[in-house]
């Protein structure tokens, strides 16, 4: 078992392992944010045949990204942009997070080097998103997984989504509301990471890091 942004950065982080090993008797690991970045990747190869790109993972704490390819893992980075961190009542102070989260990531240089490949999403927020797509363009399977747009389809897209409220999408009803509320921010970051990295296409894939650690744990 294993504690990612939220329990890696608390104040009481660690209390709350130790509560959880007195209480339970399971011993959380806490993973870095490179750990994190890594084992989500290796659940993107897990789960894509011959993945080749950039994975992106938005959480409620953090922004994953790694490079992935031939089944390995590249470079990673973890950015504290998880859309719950987000001011979403306050538009000023929203706006200059989202400022502030394009000049990290375009720090990280590595990126520039994935343009024009495919780009890999995880995380329930933008599954949730392309469950909106598939209901508007009247998509015949109820599968995520795989589900792929081109780059021009997932821009257009998520800019209207950025533009909308949750009453609007509220008729969505396989969408919890929770998600719903995040869509318009979740699209927002989503258009930031792809004028990053233009890929040729955006996957959006169900396995994450539950599937990479089980990954992990198989012999070559």
């Known amino acids: ?13 660690k209390a709350f392992v130790d509560r959880i090993k007195k209480e339970v008797g399971i011993q959380l690991r806490i993973l870095t944010g490179k ?17 080749c790109g950039l994975m992106a993972d938005l959480g409620g704490g953090s922004l994953e990204l790694a490079a992935v390819g031939e089944g390995s893992i590249g470079e990673t980075a973890t950015l504290p942009y998880g859309s719950l961190r987000f001011s979403v009542q306050n538009q000023q102070q ?6 502030q989260m394009f000049e990290k990531l375009t720090d990280v240089e590595w990126l520039s080097e994935h343009e024009g490949q495919e780009i890999y999403l995880v995380g329930g927020t933008w599954r949730s998103l392309a469950r909106l797509h598939m209901v508007q ?3 015949p399977l109820q599968v995520v997984h795989h589900y792929s747009l081109s780059y021009k389809s997932v821009v257009e897209f998520a800019e209207l989504l950025s533009m909308q409220s949750y009453t609007s999408l509220a008729s969505v009803s396989q969408i919890s ?8 921010l979740s699209a927002r970051i989503l258009l930031a990471v792809l004028s990053r990295v ?5 996957v959006f894939v169900a396995g994450g890091l539950r599937e990479g ?8």
């Open 1 to 13: 078992a294993v504690a990612t942004a939220a329990v890696r950065e608390a104040a009481d982080g």
């Open 35 to 51: 750990e994190e970045a890594k084992y989500t990747a290796y659940g993107v190869v897990a789960s894509v045949t011959g993945a």
């Open 94 to 99: 929203l706006e200059h997070q989202l400022g």
């Open 137 to 139: 363009s009247k998509y």
């Open 177 to 184: 509301e929770r998600r719903l509320r995040l869509i318009p």
């Open 198 to 202: 233009r890929p040729s296409r955006v």
């Open 213 to 220: 650690l089980a990954f992990q744990r198989l012999p070559a």
